[in-house]
């Protein structure tokens, strides 16, 4: 028998590791002195330092403990009385509510979340704080029914009236006699609402907006490059709870033996005081009263922070700063009723904005600074004359390689590299409509701007041919990591990433295809909504300025659209890294135009199609 | 002293209402919208039609749906060979070292699932750790190229939903009466049969509310796929996500969201015809 006990405790030791071994590894690398995960170079506290500056986290931490603390309580009472009172309703009432009850519990959350979601906007409520609270609320509710009930169902349903037979009112029958029966269920059922709440991705993420982000949704932005603070913060996070798990076990038994039955309600007590006080001290660390707010929206990687900070404390405002995957999901969020003051779309979409009547005129008096911007990157067609937006940065696609793997002569092959045999499962295309589609048309010798359905329908079947023989990964920024690392010998990337990548690892090199390619310029654009018309010039005035857009451009190796800048930058930092210079002479290049709705459809129909397989 | 029996009602009538319009009104609506029709921009039209619903039966999204599928089965029936006896193990323990056992499997739970999937990432890598490890043991000479593929997405759906398979069996073998299997081997059973005809049936139930609060919730997790599927879409979950963010499609959304949600509905049903359980094993902890 006791050979048995030694391999069941194995086992469970063993699977705990499982458990525990990627929680380990995060700790471990939150102490690394360099940025890699890879490699351990030394022991620091410089991610922690981050974190500590890092108003971003503190916020979301603020966000994620408060909220489930009010959708704690709130959903505890709320499920509590519902489910007294289920049990005295009649039957058909008590099946049905409980038959609702169970759907959001047993239901893949996405199918609750989308459901929220569209509620809130169907009834025009602005998504935010309070739409994120009510959706945990709604979701909590339910799980504190399924514990308290059965407690409730339990219990003799004369009790109560017995009570109020010798005297007690209502009020008392329920504290005095009621709670303290299902107190266990209770509890049980708060500990159950704060976890879910706590830990909640998928609603969150729906149901939320307008700046307003939890722990999840932030590490969920941050996971697509390497960023040790996340480690840092899982590591303060982990010992907190251990902290508290601690203090719920061990507190008990310094008092006295008796009380020892209640470990759950002092667990749960426990971790709404503790949850209280971090909250607390939190919302005392944010400091954002009665400032003027500049709401930034921008793409994912694509400025130096610190400018943030420093545009902060020169015009005492203080930035909401979001990021977006790509453009076609920044204008869903628009179109969906978000509201910014700025934001840094590409061409293309900027001139569907300009037709769709979201910006508004820029007043070029208030940005003095425009005197810095080269003459390459103004006047555009995408918006003539620059009416309304001020151009950020610029560049082309193309293909960033491993000059380790790659054979020269392949190179020739331009796009068509991208679907060379040899290079099989070592390749990265960006999660992007346009700009796969762009890659597929320029091979086939296409215009990127085509609305004929046949040739679009054969670049589908070029990029079908592709994935099928290529098995590429359609990634986002996280191609940025990933290549200097070394991890795959192709990737379709911006000409500033493939800049920032070379830089970092010299095996890599950057090639512009010969049968064109995409010019592309993003630049900032003034929302007609916005409520800080003058912050938001100030904004744009201040990022050109030669001081900003020289560490913007050193931070993430883009192309500026300030010519001292560019022509510091390319002597220096830079120097050497044929992307820094978008090779734009080539004829055969366009830019990106606004897309009918028809045809739109038709891009993003087929596309999500490449992606399903 | 008679009491009307619903005299309670009308106190609670308000939270009722807010479980009916918080629960069962964001279902209808996306059950109506379902039957929308999007605009070619953006935004929805009151047609009634059936639209969405065919294009879900185009082969790329039926795929989808197979794909999703597949995975869920895959990452349930690991789940159920991993989570199984380590719910009936955990049962097994001597009381002190099962509340350590479970704390040990708790804690993990409250950190962020998201960080703890980042964890993954650090440990799968070209040069991770994993690769690492098995490099200087001399299993492989290449790095595996197991971050953004199938058998990562695998790893995390059965991390994270792990501890539902392990609490539900050990709720249910928790209560298992020990003496009937002491009783069948003193009637001369052997061990093994002992455990398939009377352990495994009592402890049944557990395992199949296991298997429901992990296969249901694997369709959705959209976010697993993304960050260590390397953004392919192979879960419904994934598609509804494309189409509500990017797509800018909430009524074919909708329509995939009624359709997951009738699948998973029709498992329930089958659960409960096989179980003849109201409840499922371990959803309130109990």
Redesign the interface.
């Known amino acids: 028998m006791k050979k048995k006990s030694f391999f069941t405790r194995f086992y469970v030791v063993i699977c705990l590791a499982f458990f525990y071994l990627p929680i380990l590894v995060t700790m471990i690398f939150s102490f690394n002195s360099s940025k890699s995960l890879t490699n351990f170079t030394g022991f620091s506290l410089r991610w922690y330092e981050e974190l500590l500056n890092n108003v971003e986290v503190y916020k979301a931490v603020y966000v994620s403990l408060s909220i489930a603390i009010l959708a704690t309580v709130i959903s505890t009472v709320l499920g509590t009385i519902t489910a007294i009172g289920l049990s005295r309703s009649r039957k058909v009432v008590r099946e049905l509510l409980l038959n609702v009850n169970n759907f959001p519990i047993l239901n893949p959350e996405i199918v609750t979340a989308i459901g929220l979601m569209l509620l809130f906007s169907s009834i025009g409520m602005r998504k935010g704080y309070t739409t994120m609270l009510l959706a945990h609320i709604a979701f909590c509710t339910p799980y504190v029914i399924t514990s308290v009930y059965p407690k409730v169902r339990s219990l003799d349903p004369n009790l109560a009236n017995a009570a109020m037979d010798l005297g007690a009112t209502p009020y008392q029958a329920l504290t005095k006699v009621i709670l303290p029966m299902i107190k266990e269920g209770v509890f049980a059922g708060a500990l159950l609402a704060f976890t879910m709440s706590f830990d909640d991705f998928v609603i969150s993420y729906f149901v939320s907006g307008n700046g307003v982000k939890n722990i999840s949704i932030v590490v969920y932005n941050m996971t697509k490059r390497i960023n040790p603070t996340i480690n840092a913060l899982s590591t303060i996070v982990i010992v907190v709870i251990i902290l508290v798990l601690l203090a719920a076990n061990i507190v008990p038994h310094l008092r006295k033996k008796s009380l020892n039955r209640n470990h759950r309600r002092n667990t749960v007590i426990a971790v709404v005081l503790v949850a209280a006080l971090c909250t607390l001290m939190i919302r005392m660390g944010i400091t954002a009263n009665g400032k003027h707010v500049l709401k930034v929206y921008n793409a994912g990687e694509y400025m130096d922070l610190s400018l943030l900070e420093q545009f902060e404390e020169e015009y005492n405002c203080t930035v909401v700063y979001e990021t977006f995957e790509s453009n076609e999901m920044m204008y869903t969020k628009l179109a969906a009723g978000e509201t910014y003051d700025v934001l840094i779309p590409s061409d293309y979409m900027i001139e569907r904005l300009i037709k769709e009547d979201y910006l508004q005129y820029l007043d070029w008096d208030l940005i003095p600074n425009k005197k810095n911007l080269m003459e390459d990157v103004v006047n555009k067609r995408y918006d003539p004359g620059n009416r309304y937006s001020c151009p950020y940065f610029w560049g082309t696609v193309g293909i960033l390689y491993d000059t380790t793997v790659v054979d020269p002569e392949d190179l020739d092959d331009g796009w068509e590299l991208l679907r060379n045999p040899k290079y099989n499962g070592d390749l990265y295309m960006y999660d992007s409509e346009r700009d796969s589609f762009m890659i597929a048309l320029k091979a086939l010798g296409y215009s990127m701007n085509t609305t004929d359905f046949d040739e679009i329908d054969a670049a589908y079947e070029w990029l079908i041919e592709q994935r099928d023989t290529m098995a590429p990964i359609y990634a986002g920024d996280d191609v940025i990591d990933n290549m200097i690392s070394g991890n795959k010998a192709l990737a379709v990337v911006y000409s500033g990433d493939a800049s920032y990548i070379i830089s970092e690892n010299e095996d890599l090199d950057y090639l512009t295809p010969s049968q064109g390619t995409n010019v592309w310029y993003d630049a900032m654009v003034i929302t007609r909504d916005c409520s800080e018309t003058d912050l938001a010039h100030a904004f744009i005035n201040f990022m050109i300025s030669e001081e900003s857009a020289l560490s913007n451009t050193a931070e993430v190796g883009y192309t500026p659209t300030v010519s001292s800048a560019f022509e510091e930058m390319k002597e220096s930092d830079y120097a050497g890294i044929s992307s820094y210079v978008p090779q734009i002479e080539n004829p055969k290049n366009e830019i990106f135009g606004y897309q009918e709705p028809k045809v739109k459809q038709r891009y993003a129909e087929l596309w999500t199609k490449v992606k399903a397989q | 002293?008679r009491?009307p029996?619903?005299?309670?009602?009308w106190?609670?009538l308000p939270?009722?209402l807010?479980?009916?319009v918080?629960?069962?009104?964001?279902?209808l609506?996306?059950l109506a919208?379902s039957f929308a029709k999007a605009?070619?921009?953006?935004?929805v039209t009151w047609a009634f039609n059936l639209e969405n619903y065919k294009r879900i039966l185009?082969p790329?999204?039926q795929?989808?749906f197979k794909?999703s599928f597949q995975l869920a089965l895959t990452s349930t029936v690991l789940n159920c060979l991993?989570g199984y006896?380590?719910g009936y193990?955990?049962a097994?323990?001597p009381e002190k070292?099962k509340k350590h056992?479970m704390?040990?499997?708790m804690?993990?739970?409250?950190?962020?699932?998201?960080?703890?999937?980042?964890?993954?990432?650090?440990?799968l890598?070209?040069?991770?750790?994993l690769n690492h490890l098995l490099k200087s043991l001399h299993l492989i000479d290449k790095p595996l190229?197991i971050l953004?593929s199938y058998p990562a997405v695998v790893i995390g759906m059965l991390?994270v939903l792990?501890p539902f398979m392990?609490l539900s069996v050990y709720s249910s073998a928790e209560k298992l009466d020990w003496s009937l299997v002491e009783a069948a081997r003193d009637l001369g059973a052997s061990k093994t049969k002992a455990f398939w005809t009377v352990t495994f049936r009592l402890t049944l139930p557990g395992l199949l509310s296991g298997v429901?609060l992990t296969f249901?919730?694997s369709?959705?997790?959209?976010?697993i796929a993304d960050?260590l599927g390397?953004?392919?879409?192979v879960l419904?979950?994934s598609?509804?996500?494309?189409?509500?963010?990017?797509?800018?499609?909430?009524p074919f959304?909708?329509a995939l969201?009624v359709v997951?949600?009738i699948l998973?509905?029709l498992m329930?049903m089958l659960y409960r015809k096989i179980t003849n359980a109201k409840?499922?094993e371990g959803?309130?902890?109990?």
């Not at chain 2, 605009?39 to 935004?43: A, K, Q």
């Not at chain 2, 390397?230 to 879409?233: E, L, V």
């Not at chain 2, 598609?239 to 909430?250: A, H, P, V």
């Open positions: 002293m009491r029996k619903n005299g309670g009602v106190m609670i939270l009722y807010f479980t009916i918080f629960v069962a009104g964001p279902l609506y996306v919208l605009n070619d921009g953006y935004g185009d790329v999204y795929n989808t794909q991993i006896p380590f193990f955990m097994r323990l070292k056992a704390i040990g499997l804690l993990p739970f409250w950190v962020n699932s998201l960080i703890r999937l980042y964890g993954w990432i650090i440990i890598q070209k040069k991770g750790l190229k953004y991390y792990f392990a429901i249901i919730p369709m959705g997790l959209f976010f960050i390397g953004n392919k879409i419904v979950g598609l509804i996500q494309e189409q509500m963010t990017r797509g800018s499609n909430w959304a909708a969201a997951l949600l998973t509905t329930i409840q499922l959803v309130g902890w109990e």
